[in-house]
């Protein structure tokens, strides 16, 4: 098409707008369908030449998928992880378990056993030397004891033995500071010393005068020796303490058969009951004690270092059946002095485990003739010197 015109009858097109800016049209302007979009009329104040964005419609929500039958809706907590105990964590528990029972045990007895006040002061008493003294004393007490285990115990008639108390066993068991050997010395019952307040007269009337107090006395003036401990058992008890750990095992060199007990032990490796281990260190009327007192006294050591050895055994501390019954057994059939506690009693079992294998000396204090009544003072002298000064005794004193 041609246009005329001034220009020779060629007319030019419109100029065009510049490069780069892009032509305004007129947008159309249509209704919007129902629930799409917005009316143009809301916005009525927008500049021209402003761009709509693109409408994007709602998204519906994410179906989720239905819950299973065996599960609860909404879905439960995942179960928590259990901790499972390691080899420390049960080994930390029964050590504290037996802590706790080890407390329980120990303070069950401290506060069982019975006490006596045995070491009370008095002028002239011996000054406390080397080492620590235990009086061990095992008296002929029936308290407790019904008629019938009186005959069964053969114990005897208290009044055709005089009436009282009195003490078939006086030791006094020396428990030294250094390395040398603890020592068990027995005092026989007949030896005749200086009583305090009543004259000259058998060791062991002192018990009967004055109990467990005069002998104290009587021992340490005999001895020179400060004794620091107290520790005494019945018949009842002591046959108790024996029947509770299932008896104790004993070799018995020769047939025993007292005349005066009637109690009969045969030679031989065996299991004494609480009557024939009470018989066995009673004994002196029979063909197997010739020496009376003496051989008793030495029976009496070597039962106590069985007996010792076999409460400290693991059969016995580890068995129910025998621990408990002694742990019940123990308070009614010992007694120690009011200063005295379980941990001094420890003390001394420890120290005495060593009768039967040696490592304790054992001796009777050494006597001029076979009745025991008289003291060798010279060599007497030298067994209580090395006590006093824990040195080793020598053996020209030793009497077994």
Same mark, same amino acid.
């Given at each position: 098409?041609?246009?005329?015109?001034?220009?020779?009858?060629?007319? +030019?097109?419109?100029?065009?707008?510049?490069?780069?800016?892009?032509?305004?049209?007129?947008?159309?302007?249509?209704?919007?369908?129902?629930?799409?979009?917005?009316?143009?009329?809301?916005?009525?104040?927008?500049?021209?030449?402003?761009?709509?964005?693109?409408?994007?419609?709602?998204?519906?929500?994410?179906?989720?998928?239905?819950?299973?039958?065996?599960?609860?809706?909404?879905?439960?907590?995942?179960?928590?992880?259990?901790?499972?105990?390691?080899?420390?964590?049960?080994?930390?528990?029964?050590?504290?378990?037996?802590?706790?029972?080890?407390?329980?045990?120990?303070?069950?007895?401290?506060?069982?056993?019975?006490?006596?006040?045995?070491?009370?002061?008095?002028?002239?008493?011996?000054?406390?030397?080397?080492?620590?003294?235990?009086?061990?004393?095992? $008296?002929?007490?029936?308290?407790?004891?019904?008629?019938?285990?009186?005959?069964?115990?053969?114990?005897?008639?208290?009044?055709?033995?005089?009436?009282? =108390?009195?003490?078939?066993?006086?030791?006094?068991?020396?428990?030294?500071?250094?390395?040398?050997? %603890?020592?068990?010395?027995?005092?026989?019952?007949?030896?005749?010393?200086?009583?305090?307040?009543?004259?000259?007269?058998?060791?062991?009337?002192?018990?009967?005068?004055?109990?467990?107090?005069?002998?104290?006395?009587?021992?340490?003036?005999?001895?020179?020796?400060?004794?620091?401990?107290?520790?005494?058992?019945?018949?009842?008890?002591?046959?108790?303490?024996?029947?509770?750990?299932?008896?104790?095992? +004993?070799?018995?060199?020769?047939?025993?058969?007292?005349?005066?007990?009637?109690?009969?032990?045969?030679?031989?490796? =065996?299991?004494?009951?609480?009557?024939?281990?009470?018989?066995?260190?009673?004994?002196?009327? $029979?063909? @197997?004690? %010739?020496?009376?007192?003496?051989?008793?006294?030495?029976?009496?050591?070597?039962?106590?270092?069985?007996?010792?050895?076999?409460?400290?055994? %693991?059969?016995?501390?580890?068995?129910?059946?025998?621990?408990?019954?002694?742990?019940?057994? @123990? %308070?009614?059939?010992?007694?120690?002095?009011?200063?005295?506690?379980?941990?001094?009693?420890?003390?001394?079992?420890?120290?005495?485990?060593?009768?039967?294998?040696?490592?304790?000396?054992?001796?009777?204090?050494?006597?001029? $003739?076979?009745?025991?009544?008289?003291?060798?003072?010279?060599?007497?002298? =030298?067994?209580?010197?090395?006590?006093?000064?824990?040195?080793?005794?020598?053996?020209?004193?030793?009497?077994?």
């Amino acid at each position: 098409m041609t246009y005329r015109g001034d220009d020779g009858g060629r007319r +030019m097109p419109p100029p065009r707008p510049p490069a780069g800016r892009p032509r305004d049209h007129q947008r159309a302007q249509m209704m919007p369908l129902p629930g799409r979009g917005q009316s143009p009329y809301d916005e009525r104040t927008r500049p021209m030449g402003h761009r709509e964005q693109d409408y994007v419609p709602p998204q519906p929500p994410p179906r989720q998928p239905p819950p299973r039958q065996d599960e609860d809706y909404p879905p439960s907590r995942p179960p928590r992880r259990r901790r499972r105990w390691g080899f420390g964590r049960i080994l930390m528990t029964l050590l504290l378990v037996f802590v706790v029972f080890l407390t329980g045990v120990w303070v069950y007895l401290e506060f069982s056993i019975k006490r006596v006040d045995a070491l009370a002061d008095y002028s002239g008493r011996p000054v406390a030397e080397s080492g620590t003294n235990w009086l061990i004393v095992g $008296s002929d007490s029936r308290e407790g004891l019904t008629a019938e285990d009186e005959e069964r115990l053969a114990t005897g008639d208290v009044a055709a033995a005089g009436g009282g =108390q009195r003490t078939d066993t006086i030791m006094v068991a020396h428990i030294p500071d250094n390395s040398t050997k %603890p020592t068990l010395l027995s005092l026989p019952r007949d030896s005749q010393v200086k009583i305090p307040g009543h004259g000259t007269n058998k060791i062991n009337a002192a018990f009967s005068l004055g109990g467990p107090s005069l002998l104290a006395q009587t021992v340490e003036g005999a001895t020179g020796l400060h004794i620091d401990h107290y520790a005494e058992i019945g018949f009842g008890g002591f046959a108790k303490i024996v029947d509770a750990i299932g008896g104790v095992d +004993m070799c018995v060199d020769k047939d025993m058969n007292d005349t005066f007990t009637n109690i009969s032990i045969k030679a031989g490796c =065996q299991s004494l009951d609480g009557r024939s281990a009470l018989g066995f260190v009673r004994m002196r009327h $029979s063909e @197997a004690t %010739p020496r009376s007192d003496l051989d008793r006294v030495a029976n009496q050591r070597k039962f106590i270092g069985a007996l010792v050895s076999q409460i400290a055994s %693991p059969g016995t501390v580890l068995n129910p059946f025998h621990f408990f019954p002694l742990l019940s057994s @123990a %308070p009614d059939a010992l007694t120690m002095d009011s200063g005295d506690h379980v941990h001094n009693l420890v003390g001394l079992a420890i120290a005495m485990r060593g009768i039967s294998s040696g490592g304790v000396v054992t001796t009777t204090v050494p006597i001029t $003739s076979a009745s025991a009544e008289n003291w060798d003072k010279n060599k007497s002298k =030298q067994l209580f010197d090395a006590l006093k000064n824990d040195t080793e005794i020598p053996d020209s004193v030793i009497v077994n």
